[in-house]
């Protein structure tokens, strides 16, 4: 077994984060560094992480997360900022985010030890549509949300086509529901930005079928048989 795999069959990342982990030397194999990402894994092998023996865990789980503002997408901050992984807790498998929203942002994050579902998830091919509500500061015209939803330009690179509409306005803000397929950092904002109107706040929603619900803020639970179906179904 690809030691990027085995490490992500023990919970430490998704395979292309392992892949910069162990770059970064922080992965042993029979107590001797390795940066080879070729690497195959015997059974007889002993594998550290940050001079930790992991081993494949046995029972893959899998939740969802109502992710609060001020806390970072990651399991450990160099920063020592609040993670989200720090409210998982009561989870006794290591799980790790798929995924990022911004420190700003909050709303739907899925969580597991599953790397197969992880890769799944981010690979460009697949376009897993998500979905977001954003309030934007002041109005903004349709002929704004008729150039977000073509494409546009935010630091060389034209965005997809997308579905954006206006759902709800008040005296100071117009809310809307954007969806897009892409995941470019800062994505939304810059997006907006392309078209002079500044994100107050940004939530997002749903994650192709799975929605956020009911969850308060830094309430998670246990993504359904039926939710886990669906995300194992993606493959192609």
Known sequence: MRI???LADCGVASRRKCDELILQGKVKVNNKVT????LDIKPTDVVLFENRVVRPNIRRVYYKLHKPKGYVTTASDEKGRKTVVELMRKVQERVYPIGRLDYDTEGLLILTNDGDITNILTHPKNLVKKTYIASIEGEISPQDIKQISKGVDIGGYITQPCSAQIVEKDEKFTRVEIVIS???NHQVKKMFEAVGKNV???????IGEIKLGGLSRGEYKALTTKEIAYLKSLQK
């Open 182 to 184: 892409e995941g470019k």
């Open 200 to 206: 107050a706040f940004l939530k997002r929603v749903s």
């Open 4 to 6: 990027n795999k085995y």
């Open 35 to 38: 940066r080879e990402l070729g």
